[in-house]
């Protein structure tokens, strides 16, 4: 059973960057061929796709947070991370991590299997 946990500060000021860390376990994430990925809510929306790093390092990133957003990973602890420069108020949401077992350079929600449970991540003065 694969298991995901996000973690990372609960509240980030205006300009500044947000950085969320997803631990797994359970699977690794060089497991051929998945991907890993994040993805975010904002209060009352839908969700949205930000980006995914598949299992042999490459990444996609939504279009629409291209310039802003990165994905990196740290194989040794079994973990992936999330940044998003240049925060605004709008970028409020809850943030999940989840595994794409089916990841065929992009993705879509119906293609992911196991989630986390979330993170709530206020961007405020």
């Known amino acids: 059973q694969v298991q995901l946990q996000e973690s990372g500060p609960g509240l980030v000021k205006p300009s500044q960057m947000l950085s969320l860390t997803c631990t797994v376990s359970?699977?690794?994430?060089?497991?051929?061929?998945?991907?890993w990925s994040w993805i975010r809510q904002p209060p009352g929306e839908g969700l949205e796709r930000m980006g995914a790093i598949a299992y042999d390092g490459s990444t996609y990133y939504s279009p629409s947070l291209n310039s802003r957003v990165s994905i990196s990973r740290d194989t040794s602890k079994n973990q992936f991370s999330l940044q998003l420069d240049s925060v605004t108020p709008e970028d409020t949401a809850v943030y999940y991590c989840?595994?794409?077992?089916?990841?065929?350079?992009?993705?879509?929600?119906?293609?992911?299997?196991?989630w986390g449970k979330g993170t709530l991540v206020a961007v405020s003065s």
């Open positions: 989840a595994k794409v077992y089916r990841y065929y350079g992009d993705y879509d929600t119906e293609d992911m299997d196991y």
């Open positions: 359970g699977g690794s994430i060089t497991t051929s061929y998945y991907a």
